[in-house]
């Protein structure tokens, strides 16, 4: 099987392409032929060493997201067979033909679907809704979303606004990305080097981190919430938290679908009832050979992606 690694931290350029023998699945997990693997920021991030990546043992293969079917169990799985149709978080590694993905984070893809539906919604769609549910915005409540047109952010602008959120700010690195996030549904979109954001908002939804965070945090409300799950790290000043009286949420995955089952389980039925009814609509800027991984990752270091960034094997 073909599969991409890294040798060393850097740019696109470290990875590369290799051939190697398929992995056995263990207890728990399965076995998947991808056909569809999502590319995200904090992917890139450690492949670049930044913040905890920059921690792991070489070589390492980057990812976390795929779609793709089942063909082999590991000893004493249940509720799966060879042939479904399943997408999932892989703790391992995703860019690669055959994957291994824990049971506990797998999950069908209906029928009707794409495996590339699958990708660029259901992990994504699932931090959006986390996010959100974290910060419970209430009536009047307005919501800004920093990295808006990514994977995650642009559902969260079109969540945000079925929620009834009445004020949504969308926040992008160019003008550019203006009327993608408009017909989404954006109220306001601001650019991260514009000298304003407009009125502050009761609620920051960062997905960036880093130097933008104090500016995020800077245009909350006094009182105002802002919900960090972004891997870009950051600092803030103490004073600004107490003398504005605003509160900063870390959000994990791992630590959300492990302490709120329940909702993780309605949150994944709600993204699918949505998009099932065009209600949601999961935006993919580009599909790219597994080859080409490289390209993938300099378009989002590039900050050009409007929507899911997909690998194809």
């Known amino acids: 099987m073909r599969r991409v690694r890294f040798h060393s931290y850097g740019g696109p350029g470290v990875l ?9 699945p263990g207890p728990g997990e399965l076995l998947v032929r991808t056909e569809a693997i999502g590319v995200t920021l904090p992917c ?6 930044d913040g905890n990546g920059g921690g792991d043992p070489l070589p390492a293969m980057p990812g976390g997201e ?9 000893p004493d799985v249940t509720g799966f067979a060879p042939g479904d149709r399943v997408t999932s978080l892989t703790l391992t590694g995703s ?12 999950s069908r893809i209906p029928d009707g679907a794409s495996a590339v539906q699958a990708v660029a919604l259901v992990r994504s769609g699932h931090v959006a809704l986390a996010a959100l549910s974290t910060a419970a915005p209430r009536g009047a409540e307005s919501v800004l979303i920093t990295g808006a047109a990514s994977g995650t952010g ?7 606004k079925l929620q009834g959120v009445p004020r949504v700010v969308a926040a992008v690195s160019s003008a550019a990305k203006a ?7 954006a109220d306001e979109v601001v ?5 304003s954001w407009g009125a502050p908002v009761d609620i920051v939804l960062d997905g960036v981190g880093g130097e933008l965070l104090p500016r995020a945090l800077a245009a ?13 790290g950051g600092t803030v000043p103490a004073h600004e938290l107490l003398a504005g009286a605003k509160t900063i949420t870390g959000l994990t995955m791992r630590h959300f679908s492990t302490v709120h089952r329940e909702l993780y389980e309605e949150h994944r039925a709600r993204l699918w009832e949505l998009a099932g009814a065009g209600r949601l609509r999961a935006a993919v800027h580009a599909e790219l050979p597994l080859a080409e991984a490289a390209k993938a990752h300099a378009i989002i270091e590039a900050r050009a992606n409007l929507g899911k960034m997909v690998l194809r094997p």
Do not use: C
């Open 16 to 24: 590369r392409v290799e051939e190697a023998a398929a992995p056995v």
């Open 44 to 49: 890139v991030r450690r492949v670049r060493g």
């Open 66 to 74: 795929i779609a793709g079917t089942v063909v082999a169990l590991g």
């Open 95 to 106: 860019y690669t033909e055959l994957a291994l993905a824990p049971t506990f984070l797998a």
């Open 154 to 160: 642009h559902l969260a602008v079109q969540l945000a």
């Open 179 to 185: 009327e993608f996030l408009r017909d989404l549904g």
């Open 191 to 195: 650019t991260y080097d514009q000298e």
């Open 220 to 232: 909350l409300t006094p009182g105002g919430r802002l919900i960090f799950f972004n891997s870009g």
